[in-house]
């Protein structure tokens, strides 16, 4: 069992910032997948970026060039840092570990992001 707490939501502008993390317990956290899931109201869920054990990176195109994922394995912890928000990012940003991608793997409790003028 791995349980995931999510940080770091909020309100802000649009072109404004926001980090994200997920701290992990319960078992080994570098030997896990770690991804970042959104879901709008009304939209499905849908994965925003994974790092993998071995810190291989992938990215939505619907981010690409503006959210970086990141881990620091000594803290049991994945971030994700948003650039240049949009209103279209407006979600629950929900974390997830996996020990392989095609696993379904434990969620957290999700952090919500809203950006607005």
């Known amino acids: 069992q791995v349980q995931l707490v999510e940080s770091g939501g909020g309100l802000v502008q649009p072109g404004e910032s926001l980090r994200l993390s997920c701290v992990a317990s319960g078992d080994i956290f570098s030997r896990y997948v770690m991804r970042w899931y959104r879901q709008a109201p009304g939209n499905e869920r849908e994965v925003v970026a994974h790092i993998t054990a071995g810190s291989n990176i992938n990215y939505a195109d619907s981010v690409k060039g503006r959210f970086t994922i990141s881990r620091d394995n000594a803290k049991n912890t994945v971030y994700l840092q948003m650039n240049t928000l949009k209103p279209e990012d407006t979600a629950v940003y929900y974390c997830?570990?996996?020990?392989?991608?095609?696993?379904?793997?434990?969620w957290g409790q999700g952090t919500q992001v809203t950006v607005s003028s």
């Open positions: 997830n570990a996996a020990r392989a991608l095609w696993q379904p793997g434990y």
